[in-house]
């Protein structure tokens, strides 16, 4: 087990399925504090600019919270995202990125992750973030082959906000709002 790979624990290599909950990947929070402390520069694949996209909310929030997000998307190449250039490659991107949020599907995240090992040294880059629910375990090995760190199957966004206590404003994982039904007791 490498530096870069301690703070996970991750059984078997497997295709990824959202309901494999028995090989579901656990990462420390100091991994991922450390990884969100760390960067400053993002730059997203997938970004949209549809204003009611996640990936839109993700670079939102993620502006808000002082990081730089590059909006990656071949679509969209020459517009503006939030005030951000969109681009249509990730060896397009003028400047250096600390990381690089794979915001497309697991099979996508394959070539994107060659994309980013192949560019990792010109960009400085260090982590390779698959979005919530992308999870490539062979473009993982690959990454982590390459010295790069790497996150799968999380949001920064909702990892920042859950480890700086924000998600508890909105009623999540604070107890107070439930789907469960209350129970009333009839005296």
Known sequence: MTARTAGLARGPARAYSPGAMADALRYSDAKIRGILNRVKTIAMVGASPTWNRPSFFAMKYLQEKGY???PINPR???QQILGERVYASLQEVPQRVDMV???RNSEAAGPITDEVIAAAADKDIEVVWMQLGV?????AARAEAAGLEVVMDRCPKIEFGRLNAELSWGGFNSGI???KRRRVRIA
Not at 135 to 139: C, E, I, L, S, W
């Open 135 to 139: 999870r490539n375990d062979a473009a």
């Open 76 to 78: 969209a190449a020459g």
């Open 177 to 179: 709002i439930s789907s």
């Open 68 to 70: 730089r997000v590059i």
């Open 101 to 103: 949020q794979i915001f």
